[in-house]
């Protein structure tokens, strides 16, 4: 059971900027890439960062150049940074570990987090 928490939710107004946090597990941090997804109501889950263990990073066009991936490992965590948020930004943000297959955003999902809300309004 990998175990990752997320957390740094929010409620913030558009054009503002949030860094969501997760963190995983020691034991199984070293065998696992990591991402973000995320599900707005109504709408399927989508990847918007992953990151591979060696450092090669995937995003979307809806939040290249606006949302960034990084991780510690020292402290087992990954995070999202995200500026420019919009309205269409809103959405339950989910944390992954898994298998990352290239940096066209194939990535296989093995467990998730629990998610953290993101609401973007005015």
């Known amino acids: 059971q990998v175990e990752l928490v997320e957390s740094g939710g929010g409620l913030i107004q558009p054009g503002g900027s949030l860094q969501l946090a997760c963190a995983a597990a020691?034991?199984?941090?070293?065998?696992?890439?990591m991402a973000w997804s995320r599900q707005a109501p109504g709408k399927e889950r989508e990847l918007v960062a992953a990151?591979?263990?060696?450092?090669?990073?995937y995003y979307p066009d809806s939040v290249k150049g606006r949302f960034t991936i990084s991780k510690d490992n020292a402290k087992t965590a990954v995070y999202l940074q995200m500026n420019n948020l919009k309205p269409d930004d809103t959405a339950v943000y989910y944390c992954s570990a898994g298998y990352y297959y290239d940096d066209e955003g194939r990535f296989r999902h093995d467990y998730w987090g629990q998610g953290t809300q993101v609401t973007v309004s005015s």
């Open positions: 020691t034991a199984i941090w070293r065998g696992y890439s």
């Open positions: 990151i591979s263990g060696g450092g090669h990073t």
